[in-house]
């Protein structure tokens, strides 16, 4: 699916921007950055089993 993987990416640039400008405590910023990237991982498999066209 499309969506979860722009909202992994959104996530990772939430995380990203987070640790740079400060924006959220350490806990949050790992748990954005750890969803995202699980999102991602999610995107990148979900079409593994599918067959081609």
Do not use: E, Y
């Amino acid at each position: 699916m499309k969506l979860d993987l722009w909202l992994g990416i959104m996530l990772l640039v939430v995380a990203l921007l987070g640790f740079i400008f400060k924006w959220l405590s350490n806990g949050n910023l790992i748990t954005t950055a750890v969803a995202g990237g699980v999102l991602l991982l999610i995107a990148g498999t979900a079409d593994i089993d599918k067959p081609n066209k």
